[in-house]
């Protein structure tokens, strides 16, 4: 029986309460207010992190679910009430609101860029205003670590990649959002295997050090890992001398050869990766186990392994953990969920350095022999480039979304879409800029608005 079906899939129920104070205080007040016209907020990023050069989007799944199911419980509004923040009508208001709005978005896996809508929600005001919490926090983690992983990947081209982070992620949540985020950037399998279970991703491990230190010698564990496993066995040999350990490895190798199987391999897991590569190498080669791989794990991100393999490190499968799990060198981006449009009427936003661009758009992506030349961001109803292919598309109407992508879908997206991109905006340091530019409509636009919205402010 799979059981992995059974597994609680949906993010959406009981997260009501999964916001931050302020969307309900400011839902009062639009509710006092009688504001329940249509609003439209855009999900962006506003600057890459250091040597990125560009982003892959992820978190929308979880986000659609959270929509589809949104609802206040009886214990969400008790809490609410006793609090002494809301009033009686505006908490018979939430008890019976649901989610009834429109979502463009762009599709998990695809490369977007600074000021590029990841997702715009249309929906009545407060609706829009109180999932925004949950948008940002399921889009932005997802797609940092979707990054992430991609450059791994990037980083050790025809290379496996797995992801080993599940024990130093940020709680639970985060391993399975790691592992789900790692494979559809084009890691090969994870470690986690609930993971595995509820997402089908293909899971991998070899052995601890804990197992080598329980047998009396390194030899010992060796040949009862062996004895289990006879055609899966990868042996980590630095628990006490990485060298040694190689050549106990072959040997354990030669003997699963003459009973008709073979070594899979030996992992490394500290030390001087490039250095003790080379030498493991030569010794697994002499003994005829030209075919077993080096698999190297410990304190690795892509600029690591990209070193080591410009090094010629021999080195044919990589094991990502902590640095993969809590994106080390980018924690955080400058994601940003704002307020396009209320009423019918454009609107903007014109703060110092974090000013934005009104109304709803469109992304449009120009292709030319199969490579991206540039994204083009326009206004959602005017036409885009004749030799571009429009990003954001629809994915939710009236609070039902319109369609359910695999994981695998997502993933081939992603690969096809990173191979695609340029290579130098691919490098892992210092990566060339990808062009973005705004369409003349909506600059003409942003200038409008920019004065109505500055007039406003002085006759105040």
Known sequence: MNRASELPESPGSGLALFTDLYQLTMGQSYFCERMHEPATFSLFVRHLPPNWGYLVAAGLDDVLSYLESLAFEPHDLAYLRQTGRFADDYLDFLAQ????????ALSEGTLFFPHEPVVEVTAPVIEAQLVETFI?????????????????????????????????????????????????????????????????????????????????????????YARAYPDACLLLIDTYDTVAGARRAAIVGR????????????????????????????ILDEAGLADALIFASGGLDEHEMAQLLAAGAPIDAFGVGSKLGVSADAPYLDMAYKLVAYAGTPRLKL??????????????????????????????????????????????RDGRRLHRESLDEARRRALAQRAALPAE??????????????????????????????GLAEQR
């Open 136 to 224: 940002v926090n399921q889009v932005h983690f997802q797609s940092i670590i979707a990054t992430k992983a991609a450059r791994c990947v990037e980083a050790a081209p025809g290379r496996t990649v797995v992801d080993f982070s599940l024990r130093r992620t940020h709680g639970t949540d985060a391993g399975m959002k790691v592992a789900r985020a790692s494979y559809l950037s084009g890691c090969q399998s994870t470690s986690n295997v609930l993971a595995g279970a509820r997402y089908g991703i293909p899971i991998a491990g070899t052995m601890a050090h804990s197992y080598i230190q329980s047998f009396p010698d390194e030899l010992s564990a060796f040949r009862a």
């Open 97 to 104: 609101l649901r989610f009834t709005g429109d979502v463009r």
């Open 255 to 282: 003997e699963l050869a003459a009973a008709g199987h073979r070594l899979r391999g030996v992992r490394l897991d500290s030390g001087d990766m490039a250095a003790l590569s080379r030498e493991v190498r030569r």
């Open 351 to 396: 703060s110092a350095a974090k000013a934005t661009w009104p109304d709803r758009k469109q992304v449009w992506r120009r292709v030319e022999s199969e490579r991206f030349r540039e994204d083009v961001i326009a206004l959602a109803d005017e036409p885009g480039p004749a030799d571009a292919l429009p990003l954001l598309q629809p994915v939710m």
């Open 425 to 454: 905006v691919r490098r892992i340091t210092q990566p060339a800029r990808y062009l973005v530019a705004f369409s003349a409509a909506l600059q003409a636009l942003r200038a409008s608005v920019a004065a109505q919205a500055g």
